[in-house]
């Protein structure tokens, strides 16, 4: 098994599975990567796909993820400026990876919700 305890902070910054994860299976950045599937969004597009997404987290999430090479961030000229957003390689290859999980999740969905509900009726007597 590969070690992922960690005794300190310092630790945790030097985990591969914390560094690299953390950076793209929380809501967001899955959502966002998700977004850019098909093809090149613009912002406003992506929120739009999304929806409850505020535009301070969704630019936060989009630089963090174009940081890390998962997306590319293209400026074109013109008037308006168009801004897109598209997948890379690297951002291709995590969602070929993360879309059977996602799959598994909405296969999954009501089993889960029937054992939270057990769970919550357990706690509750």
Aim: proline share 3%; glycine share 6%.
């Amino acid at each position: 098994m590969l070690s992922i305890t960690s005794l300190t902070s310092a630790d945790g910054q030097l985990c591969p599975v914390r560094r690299v994860l953390s950076g793209v299976v929380g809501k967001w950045q899955s959502l966002i990567l998700l977004s850019l599937e098909d093809e090149p969004q613009r912002f406003s597009a992506i929120k739009r796909l999304i929806g409850d997404i505020t535009q301070r987290v969704l630019t936060e999430n989009l630089r963090d993820l174009e940081r890390d090479g998962y997306v590319t961030r293209t400026v074109s000229d013109g008037s308006p400026v168009e801004v897109h957003y598209a997948l890379t390689a690297l951002g291709r290859e995590f969602l070929d990876l993360f879309k059977p999980l996602i799959g598994w999740a909405v296969q999954r969905r009501a089993d889960i919700e029937e054992n939270r509900a057990a769970y919550d009726r357990k706690r509750a007597d």
